[in-house]
């Protein structure tokens, strides 16, 4: 088992626990929550022997195999089931110790290293690794592919897999579901209930951690506080701590009044009872997350959108697609105020490529879209993190949309996204991603958007901020069109689900369990095109060719993105020469200002350009991961 007694931890001289002793027991499930940097993964490196303790000990059994997901991934042109394999770290080292063996002909040892693979399952591992790839939404040939012809986002899935076939004794996950749609995560979820090891997970996905955890340690204050049961379960005894101290929570009493009434207004309608069932789920939750959420700081609503055209936007016919390749056909989607829709589909589908088309980003290949006069559009995206001054400040931000609001206005607003103080002044560069995240549901907030499009808004965001996300949205008076894999998210604000699959978008009748068991009948097939017929079986010439103008059809977009990388290493490699030079301490001398205020120029430009660059290759890989996963 794990023991921790009496334990203080610091990094960077910043104190993260204090007398600290938690027990955690072999085959044990935990889940480690609390806000973003109050320590979580600096745990994690202390389990893994990268960080010391100031006081008091850890103790991890010294026999236990320990495994994680890597951060980094290089782009090797090692296939992607190889890479996988390697997580394996004793199968590696046993087929090395093979090849030696037989090499020098030594027959008794490579008998007995045969044995050794035998025993630890050697001989099925490429099984394994093949149906952990399938799992995480790999197709058979993709698995055949090298690491480096995919996106970042599936890297990191590859670095999951390596991490579950590693047979480890620990298996420590920061955020498994960060970079997974919500098939990859109900696969997850059953296949981590099944691992025998002890698990810790880091996630602020309330419905994975019910799932998989039997144990919540809730890190606040300094303070590491062990919680029986799933998250639900931690949710309801801290609440009760928690509402010992507070007496009333007007906020939460307003929110319930809201609830009841969605479903005293539609429980018995046919239409809509499905969704009065899921805010009855909202409300039944309630009473455990308003405390958490009054003790976050993060408090934010949807102001009235200044006027609500009816219909915001109109599809009719419409295909879409990148360059030659179609990805959807005949779309027929109507948007008016009070739509609240959730897109469904196996990664790869199509689900952001129709936001990017409702955004504006993307235009049609053909058909007709409407947009009414009088559309104000709030579009969440990932890549929008990227877009932010990296040299203002959050009020800065703020105060370029509005020149004519006061600064303790703009500071009353952005407070609510836990931007107060000295925060609201920070320059946005030094940020983390869910501190940009919510900078940018801010900004998006404060133009009182009528048509919404979030396309996963939760990602990078810690438990509380999404809770305040989802209060938001229940008061929220547009149309909104949501992605996401948080099935919270979904089942509390969502009232309408569309199936994007097969080149199509169709409503779909039912809700995430019914969805869950979609994804069940359709495990095993794989989809296809207009074009496909399931009874046809091509021949093993037709295979060949058809693979060929595969090949053909992706060299273009593989030769973008191949340039794309080489153009961001060349500015790294000369903004990290520019950034060496201002390591020079001399340079700050009053003789050498005009050497430093050009050497400050160059790297501010070449900061940019690589800004640019990263752009253009997330671009160019996301087109390459939509040809591919068609």
């Known amino acids: 088992m794990i023991n921790i007694r009496d334990m203080a931890l610091m990094r960077g001289g910043k104190r993260l626990l204090q007398d600290t002793s938690l ?15 109050t ?25 236990w195999r320990i495994a994680s997901v890597k951060q980094e991934t290089p782009a090797l042109q090692r296939s992607a089931i190889d890479y996988v394999l390697d997580g394996d770290t004793e199968l590696r080292a046993l087929e090395q110790r093979l090849e030696q063996a037989e090499s020098a002909h030594d027959g008794v040892a490579i008998g007995a290293l045969h044995d050794q693979l035998a025993t630890i399952g050697g001989y099925d591992a490429n099984a394994r690794a093949a ?123 307003t929110q319930r009044k809201h609830l009841q009434a969605y479903i005293d207004r539609f429980r018995y309608k046919a239409s809509k009872a499905r969704q009065a069932q899921s805010r009855i789920k909202a409300l039944e939750r309630l009473q455990s997350s308003a405390p958490l959420l009054a003790d ?55 689900k952001s490529t129709l936001v990017k088309l409702l955004a504006g980003e993307l235009k049609a290949q053909a058909g007709v879209i409407e947009l009414s006069s009088g559309v104000r559009l709030g579009y969440f995206a990932q890549h929008q993190l990227e877009l932010l001054d990296v040299n203002a400040s959050p009020l800065l931000h703020l105060q370029r949309l509005d020149e004519k609001a006061t600064e303790q206005q703009l500071r009353d607003f952005i407070g609510g996204f836990g931007f107060s103080g000295e925060q609201a002044l920070s320059q946005v560069g030094p940020m983390s991603g869910g501190e940009k995240a919510r900078l940018v549901l801010a900004l998006i907030v404060y133009q009182r958007p009528n048509m919404l499009l979030l396309d996963e ?30 099935r919270h998210l979904l089942r509390t604000t969502v009232d309408e689900f569309y199936l994007v699959a097969n080149q199509q978008v169709q409503p779909f009748a039912g809700d995430l369990d019914d969805y869950h068991d979609w994804l069940k009948q359709h495990v095993a097939q794989p989809q296809t095109t207009a074009n496909t017929s399931a009874s046809n079986t091509p021949s093993r010439k037709d295979e060949k ?15 973008a993105l191949q340039k794309a990388e080489k153009i961001m290493a060349q500015h790294e490699q000369a903004l990290a020469a520019v950034t060496a030079q201002l390591g020079d301490n001399d340079l700050y ?30 671009d160019a890989a996301e087109a390459l991961q939509q040809a591919e996963a068609e």
């Not at 700081?297 to 009816?310: D, K, M, T, V, Y």
């Not at 060719?545 to 593989?558: D, G, M, V």
């Not at 205020?597 to 160059?602: A, G, I, M, P």
């Open 23 to 37: 027990s955690l027991f072999p085959g044990h499930h935990v889940g480690l929550v609390g806000r973003n940097g």
């Open 39 to 63: 320590g979580k993964s600096s745990l994690f490196g202390l389990l893994r022997g990268e960080l010391q303790v100031e006081q008091g000990s850890c103790d991890v059994p010294s026999q």
């Open 131 to 253: 149906s952990l790839l399938d799992g995480l939404g790999f197709n058979q040939e993709q698995i055949s592919q090298p690491v480096a012809a995919f996106s970042g986002g599936w890297r990191m899935r590859l670095n999951l897999a390596q991490a579950l076939i590693a047979r480890a004794d620990l298996l420590l996950l920061d955020e498994p579901t960060n970079h997974l749609d919500v098939d990859a995560i109900f696969w997850l979820e059953d296949w981590l209930k099944r691992f025998p090891g002890t698990l810790i997970v880091i996630s602020h996905d309330r419905d994975f951690l019910d799932a998989v955890a039997q144990q919540i340690i809730h890190i606040e204050h300094q303070a590491a506080t062990s919680y029986s049961g799933n998250y639900s379960s931690f949710e309801r005894q801290l609440s009760e701590r928690l509402a010992q101290q507070q007496a009333q929570f007007d906020k939460e009493q």
């Open 296 to 350: 976050s700081g993060f408090q934010f609503s949807f102001r009235e959108p200044l006027a609500l055209p009816n219909p915001l936007l109109t599809l009719a016919r419409v295909q879409a697609g990148y360059g030659d390749k179609v990805v959807l056909r005949d779309i027929k989607f109507n948007l008016v105020p009070g739509s609240r829709i959730g897109l469904l589909g196996r990664n790869g589908a199509g």
């Open 457 to 486: 808004p939760t990602n990078h965001l810690d438990s509380t901020m999404r809770e305040a996300l989802v209060f938001a949205l229940q008061d929220y008076q547009g149309a909104m069109v949501i992605v996401s894999h948080d």
């Open 545 to 559: 060719r058809e693979a060929a103008q595969r090949r053909q059809a992706l060299k273009p977009l593989k030769d």
């Open 589 to 618: 001398s009053a003789e050498r200002k005009a050497e430093l205020t050009q050497l400050l120029s160059q790297q501010a430009q070449l900061q940019q350009h690589l800004e640019q660059a990263e752009l253009a290759w997330m």
